[in-house]
């Protein structure tokens, strides 16, 4: 009997610290990438990213072991303007024939597995740096197809002069926010 519980806390056990530390793979289905900047003073102009992949990892135990990384496709670029969004994927812009893609690879995670600060590296038209995303967390739980996803929305703040692009300022603003609401499906 003593042997059956011992085997059966082990069995819990094991099966708890499998669930605390888990991977993830963005689904683009139910992920989205946006981006917000002023225009003229005038109004706001919200955008997005219609291609992208990328994947993360949390730990319950240990939220400081979070990571995330990302990969845009610079050229999917939609501000819902085909003739703007021509205009952003040129070199006054994004230039996209000469940096395709925009991406984000974590360096450390401040907070809870509720709320946080996940910093890494941005790099974007060609340029790195340092970022901050406030982070929370959604939800997580089992789907109607047998899986098991878990979502977050991360947004960050950011001059587009540090990475290279200074078209228009101050008329289009120097910063813009970028906001990621994502939704990741459990490897």
């Known amino acids: 009997m003593i042997k059956l519980k011992h085997t059966l806390l082990a069995a819990a056990l094991l099966s708890s610290t499998a669930v605390m530390a888990a991977d993830y793979d963005v689904d683009p289905a139910h992920t989205t990438v946006q981006f917000k900047i002023g225009h003229l ?3 706001e102009l919200v955008g997005r990213f219609d291609k992208f992949s990328g994947n ?4 319950d135990a ?3 072991a979070a990571k995330a990384s990302f990969e845009v496709d ?3 670029v939609d501000s819902n303007h085909e003739p703007r969004d021509k205009h952003l994927r040129s070199p006054d812009f994004l230039d996209v024939k000469s940096f395709p893609k ?3 690879s974590s360096t450390a995670y401040e907070g809870s597995k509720e709320k946080g600060v996940l910093k890494g590296t941005l790099t974007m038209h060609g340029v790195s740096k340092e970022v901050a995303f406030n982070l929370v ?4 739980g089992k789907d109607p197809w047998g899986g098991y996803r878990s979502g ?4 960050t703040t950011i001059k587009r002069s540090d990475f290279g692009v200074k078209y228009m300022i101050p008329n289009i603003p120097d910063e813009m926010t970028l906001s990621l609401f994502v939704e990741g499906v459990r490897r």
């Open 41 to 43: 003073g005038f109004s």
């Open 137 to 140: 967390h959604v939800g997580e």
């Open 62 to 64: 240990n939220p400081a």
């Open 56 to 59: 993360f990892s949390v730990d």
């Open 74 to 76: 610079a050229a999917s």
């Open 102 to 104: 925009i991406t984000f």
């Open 152 to 155: 977050f929305n991360a947004t």
